[in-house]
């Protein structure tokens, strides 16, 4: 029972680079997001997707884009890194109520 | 304002007392409601849903005021274990699930 797999757990980046953070879930949720964590934060709504071909924009989407091509799927791309998305991103599925998250990815852009 | 608004803390309480927080929400038109824990450097986990009519588990209450758009989460006899960030959560779409908004966290430590 893996949930919601969130990949690479850690990264740098240099200032200008592109990654994908990969996400993937297993349990067949229609709902799927990506959040930010800033130190001492809350969460910051960056995408979400309420099934296969939907995306819609949060709360701080932009330098971010998302695809849905799949149920399972959601990776988020960051283009042209920048110090400020320094953050630790989470990933989470939901169906109805309960959302689960993966375990976050630590991105450090220098 | 905000979406969603919650005072950050930190609270710091003794084993054995009680304690409450408070968040407040922008739309009215918010549906469902939850409350979130968040352990140091961990993903965040479903602590309980909150119900118009209030829930209870445990220890923990959580309450709904939707004319205030207010939700507040009560933690009774504190543990040490209690230690963490509660996350208040707004869903802001009509539907069941859909734009899961996050307040700031409140943090919360326990001390013997």
Partial sequence: NAGVTQTPKFRILKIGQSMTLQCTQDMNHNY???????????????????????????????????????????????????PSQTSVYFCASAMNTEAFFGQGTRLTVV | RKEVEQDPGPFNVPEGATV????????????????????????????????????????????LNRASQYISLLIRDSKLSDSATYLCVVNMHSSNTGKLIFGQGTTLQVKP
């Avoid at chain 1, 939907?54 to 283009?79: A, M, Q, W």
């Avoid at chain 2, 739309?27 to 602590?47: I, M, T």
């Fill in chain 1, 32 to 82: 799927m997001y990506w959040y930010r964590q800033d130190p001492g934060m809350g969460l910051k709504l960056i995408y979400y997707s309420v099934g296969a071909g939907i995306t819609d924009k949060g709360e701080v989407p932009n330098g971010y884009n998302v695809s849905r091509s799949t149920t399972e799927d959601f990776p988020l791309r960051l283009e042209l890194a920048a």
């Fill in chain 2, 20 to 63: 409450a927080f408070n968040c407040t929400y922008s739309n009215s038109a918010s549906q469902s409601f939850f409350w979130y824990r968040q352990d140091c450097r961990k993903e965040p986990k479903l602590l309980m849903s909150v119900y118009s009519s209030g829930n209870e588990d445990g220890r923990f209450t959580a309450q």
